[in-house]
């Protein structure tokens, strides 16, 4: 009975996932000249050497990309962070009242198109759009954010800002309360309580909301191309150029799989951060 119940995940599972990674590793790793197919690494030798093979490697073209992909996740999942924990913390304390309304006007935006949101960034950050407009009322200078990597890290986080806070508010709701009340009663002021308590156990929802928000940002394309301009490049990007405009599969896996292998090392390393932390607070008590 219980295999009968797995068996349509399972499928599920081979059919959209495993068949299609299966799929991009082979087309990586050949090559198709003159109607036959051959397995080789000379894809792999096309983005790391790019245009200009002469060239130091963190300056040749395409190393150049991944690493500005890296780069601005690595900001975006940042600043998710450092907004959405305190969001979080504050939705998911006992004395917030509205946290329901605030929690449904938080998400409500979600439900739009991922499109029509970035779209409307455009509206607001153009040369004659709505945040200029307040600067000239307020008779201060206007400024040319769009098509910059502060446009596409505003659109990275206004997109992604609810995948790191909905998973940390799940752990602090999650919580038992007697951990913090009897770090109280054992006389903890509320740095330490905090420090030593509440984060600690809300790490499995840093590592989850990191993971949700890094992965989407090192892939996006729709937010960099609409936000950064038609020549603002990042993996995603280059992985749409090379599958759909190009017609080269060959390559686009490869990008495809150097993204795929990045993600893996990330979470892996989230996940070793995450052990060793847990193994610290088994030490501790």
């Not at 909301?209 to 992965?215: C, D, E, K, Q």
């Not at 609409?226 to 280059?238: K, M, V």
Request: glycine share 6%; aromatic share 14%; charged share 10%.
């Amino acid at each position: 009975m219980k295999r009968l119940f797995v068996f349509p995940y399972t499928l599920w599972l081979i059919v959209f996932t495993v068949i299609p990674i299966i799929l991009v590793a082979y087309y990586a790793l050949t090559v198709t000249a003159d109607g036959q197919t051959s397995f080789t690494l000379a894809n792999f030798r096309w983005f790391f050497e790019g245009m200009t093979p002469g060239e130091p490697f963190f300056q040749r073209l395409y190393v150049r990309v991944a690493m500005r992909s890296v780069y601005l996740a690595l900001i975006s999942t940042a600043i998710c962070f450092v907004l959405g924990y305190p969001l979080a913390y504050i939705l998911a304390s006992k004395g917030f009242r509205n946290k329901s309304f605030l929690l449904f006007m938080f998400i409500a935006p979600m439900w739009m198109n991922f499109l029509v949101r970035t779209y409307a960034w455009l509206t607001i950050l153009e040369r004659n759009g709505l945040f200029n407009t307040l600067l000239q009322r307020a008779g201060l200078p206007q400024i040319d954010i769009l098509y910059t990597d502060t446009a596409v890290l505003l659109g990275m986080v206004y997109n992604f800002l609810p995948f790191m806070v909905l998973p940390i508010y799940t752990s602090l709701v999650r919580m038992d309360k007697r951990v913090i009340e009897a770090a109280q009663d054992l006389g903890a002021n509320p740095v330490n309580v905090f420090t030593r308590v509440v984060f600690p156990l809300s790490l499995p929802g840093v590592v989850s909301g990191i993971t949700m928000v890094f992965m989407p940002g090192a892939a996006t394309f729709i937010i960099s191309n609409l936000l950064g301009g038609a020549q603002y490049f990042l993996l995603g990007n280059l992985i749409e150029q090379q599958f759909l405009r190009v017609g080269n599969w060959h390559t686009g896996s490869v990008v495809a799989v150097i993204l795929m292998i990045l993600m893996v090392i990330s979470m892996a390393i989230l996940k070793l951060v995450d052990r060793g932390q847990a193994e610290e607070e088994g030490a501790r008590v």
